[in-house]
C-alpha cells in the first residue's frame, strides 16, 4: 500500500460546483499536513496547511480525519482558474521527509 | 515572504557534460531543502535531502556521485548532475523547508540533454 494516496482523477466539475477530495495516509505517526496545486509544467505552490480542528480559506476547506487517516480539500464556488493538480503531503512525526501524493487533477469548465 | 528561486531555469546540453542547478531561499533561511524530479504527468520524486553543513541523505535508487549536492550555507543549495545522459533529461524542483515543515519550491530547471 502506497504512504499517500489520491484519486487521479480528473474530476471535471462546471464553474460554481463543489468538489472534495480526499488523500488517506497510511502511517498514524504522520504529523503535518498540506495541500498544494500545481499547474501544467510548474512548481508546486502551497495551497494550505491542514490542521487537526479544520480550516478554511475563502472558498478552501481543509479537513484532517486522524481516527480514518486521511485528509479532505473542499472547494467551493468552482473558478476555471482552479483547474490544476492538487497534492497532498504528509510528513511523518520526528520526521522531516515530505511524502508525497500523486495529485488529483481537477478541471473546471464553462 | 517565502520565495524560492531556482537557476537556470532551462538548459540544454550535450550528453556527458556537467549540469549544475542552484537552488537559493531569498526571504529566510533554510536548513533543509530537498531536491525532486519530475517526469511528465508523473509525481514529484524526491531525490535527496539537502542539510547545510553536512552530506545529503540520498533516496534509494539515486546515485550520489551522479547528482552531486552541496549545501554551503543556509540559503543556497546546489545540484550537479554529472555526465549527463539523455535519460537524466527531467524537471528537477528544488524546495527549501519552513518553519512549520512546509514546502516552499523554486520554479524548477528544465534539463534537456541532447
Known amino acids: 500500500r502506497k504512504e499517500v494516496e489520491q484519486d487521479p482523477g480528473p474530476f471535471n466539475v462546471p464553474e460554481g460546483a463543489t468538489v472534495a477530495f480526499n488523500c488517506t495516509y497510511s502511517n498514524s505517526a504522520s504529523q503535518s499536513f498540506f495541500w498544494y496545486r500545481q499547474d501544467c509544467r510548474k512548481e508546486p505552490k502551497l495551497l494550505m496547511s491542514?490542521?487537526?480542528s479544520g480550516n478554511e480559506d475563502g472558498r478552501f476547506t481543509a479537513q484532517l480525519n486522524r481516527a480514518s487517516q486521511y485528509i479532505s480539500l473542499l472547494i467551493r464556488d468552482s473558478k476555471l482558474s482552479d483547474s490544476a493538480t492538487y497534492l497532498c503531503v504528509v510528513i511523518l512525526g520526528g520526521s522531516y521527509i515530505p511524502t508525497f501524493g500523486r495529485g488529483t487533477s481537477l478541471i473546471v469548465h464553462p | 515572504g517565502a520565495v524560492v528561486s531556482q537557476h537556470p531555469s532551462r538548459v540544454i546540453c550535450k550528453s556527458g557534460t556537467s549540469v549544475k542547478i542552484e537552488c537559493r531561499s531569498l526571504?529566510?533561511?533554510?536548513?533543509?531543502m530537498f531536491w525532486y524530479r519530475q517526469f511528465p504527468k508523473q509525481s514529484l520524486m524526491l531525490m535527496a535531502t539537502?542539510?547545510?553543513?553536512?552530506?545529503?541523505?540520498?533516496e534509494q535508487g539515486v546515485e550520489k556521485d551522479k547528482f552531486l549536492i552541496n549545501h554551503a550555507s543556509l540559503t543556497l543549495s546546489t545540484l550537479t548532475v554529472t555526465s549527463a545522459h539523455p535519460e537524466d533529461s527531467s524537471f528537477y524542483i528544488c524546495s527549501a523547508e519552513g518553519s512549520y515543515n512546509e514546502q516552499f519550491f523554486g520554479p524548477g530547471t528544465r534539463l534537456t540533454v541532447l
Open positions: 526571504d529566510f533561511q533554510a536548513t533543509t
Open positions: 539537502s542539510n547545510e553543513g553536512s552530506k545529503a541523505t540520498y
Open positions: 491542514v490542521y487537526s
